[in-house]
């Protein structure tokens, strides 16, 4: 992806939409970005994910840019850039899941002592 206006400045933000850096023109910054796929979110707008979110003013887990402030270099070449699979959904029951789990163990273990602490001594 590149910058609409190579004079301008388009701002990357986080998987919270919160600001994380910005897109501007050479030499000092950069105007392209390598992305993964596009993606319909905040303000029911298209949106880029970045290939890596590394190396912001601000730590991301994911990083974004417009789709409307930005382009394709080469237009569905080698292949054009694919929908986003929604793993938020697919991450929240997988965390979910695993909370699950931990508690199941927690109350299994709370049983196991209260037996043994329950049971009279066989010495």
């Known amino acids: ?12 933000y986080n998987q919270d939409h919160l600001p994380i850096g910005q897109l501007g023109p050479t030499p000092f910054e950069s105007p392209s ?12 707008a298209y949106w880029y994910r970045l290939l890596n979110p590394d190396g912001w003013d601000f730590p991301a887990t994911t990083a974004y840019v417009s789709a409307d402030e930005t382009h394709e270099l ?21 965390q979910a899941a695993a909370a699950g789990v931990l508690a199941a163990g927690a109350v299994t273990a709370i049983r196991s002592w209260r037996r043994r602490s329950d049971s ?3 010495a």
Do not use: S
């Not at 569905?76 to 694919?82: A, M």
């Open 1 to 12: 992806m590149t910058m609409n206006d190579p004079n301008g400045h388009v701002t990357v």
């Open 33 to 44: 970005v390598n992305v993964t796929c596009r993606l319909k979110a905040w303000e029911d």
């Open 74 to 94: 080469n237009p569905g070449q080698p292949y054009p850039i694919p929908d986003c699979r929604n793993v938020g959904c697919r991450r929240k029951v997988g």
């Open 120 to 122: 009279p001594d066989t």
